[in-house]
């Protein structure tokens, strides 16, 4: 893609701007992220008023890690595969010695 194939956005987060070059197919996902984390701000700021704006993002970003962190234990698929590989050692050990007694 080149830099012309970029698409020039404009977000606002916290009060900050900013100008961001995407690719035009992450502008959806961007604009939910940006929406997800004002609507955190929100919450955050009405259940734990007085606190600073870098505090509510610190907040916001240990909220969003945990999400990340909770999707990616719920879609590894590392434990199934060792265990696949296990079973199929088992069988396959299994097969030869059964053609050893045929």
């Not at 100008?19 to 992220?33: N, Q, T, V, W, Y």
């Not at 955050?44 to 990340?68: C, D, N, S």
């Amino acid at each position: 893609m080149t830099p012309t194939d970029r698409l020039r956005i404009k977000v606002t987060i916290a009060g900050m701007t900013f100008f961001l070059r995407i690719d035009p197919k992450e502008e959806e996902a961007i604009r939910k992220a940006v929406k997800h984390i004002d609507d955190k701000l929100n919450v955050y700021r009405e259940h734990f008023p007085g606190q600073t704006t870098e505090k509510y993002l610190a907040m916001i970003a240990l909220h969003i890690g945990v999400l990340y962190q909770q999707e990616r234990m719920r879609t590894d698929t590392l434990p199934f595969q060792e265990k696949f590989e296990e079973l199929s050692i088992k069988l396959d050990e299994f097969l030869a010695e059964s053609e050893k007694h045929v």
